[in-house]
DNA sequence: ATCTTTAATCGTTTATCTACGATAAACGAT
DNA sequence: ATCGTTTATCGTAGATAAACGATTAAAGAT
């Protein structure tokens, strides 16, 4: 490795990559969205309408911020016959701890 | 204390704010703010202009992404004259990072 | 008093977000 | 094959965000 590769290299552990951290940020800036990530941490995981029962929002409207967390890559959605189990990608969301520490 | 009204301070401090951790969150939420942090943390304080300098964005442009951040907390800005002096608030920061620790 | 510099605000356009009801899709059960 | 349940998507309305140029405000310099 050369020198100058090297310390690329270094920069890239230690620079924090702006569009990937506000992305997640991004989907983090919504009170309910948060509300959702600590509930799939508490229940482990679950299916949609129960998250849906938890809030006082329209089941569409639930199911929309679950698809703005999955795109986020903050959790996973696998489907189940007809219903979607829910449950948080711990990869990701250490992922945004450390660059939360970074900044 | 109360059992209860101990429980509840408990449950305070454990408990994240989805308000204001979700706030902080959207004034992170673009790239553009998350490098005007990123900068005002290396230099410890600067004024506009210098941040200005260093994004591909129009002066009225970054004017309101530093009101995004200041209303958010995350920075401070101290008017000297014709010009303004902005630094990061360490205090509003770290909070930000213990709430991120604890999602 | 006028000029210059610096930064904030205004006004506008375009894009994105949030919320909802309605509908469609998927699938198990009957 | 039809029904009921569950969830995703569509369509829409209103609100908020992002970007810019133009203008205003503040204050030091001439």
């Known amino acids: 490795m050369t020198k100058k590769s090297k310390r690329a290299e270094t920069e890239k552990t230690d620079m924090l ?3 990937a951290f506000s992305s997640i940020c991004k989907a983090l800036a919504h009170p309910a ?5 600590s509930f799939l ?5 679950c299916i949609c309408g129960e998250i849906v029962e938890t809030l ?6 639930v199911s929309q911020h679950l698809k703005v967390l ?5 959790i996973k959605g696998e489907i189940e016959g007809p219903r979607t189990c829910y449950c948080i990608d711990y990869d990701m969301l250490e992922k945004f701890k450390k ?3 970074k900044i």
């Open 99 to 101: 660059m939360a520490n």
């Open 70 to 74: 999955k795109n986020s890559g903050l």
């Open 17 to 19: 990559d702006e569009e």
């Open 56 to 61: 006082p929002l329209a089941q569409s409207t």
């Open 41 to 45: 941490k508490k229940m482990n995981q």
């Open 33 to 37: 969205r948060i509300r959702i990530v």
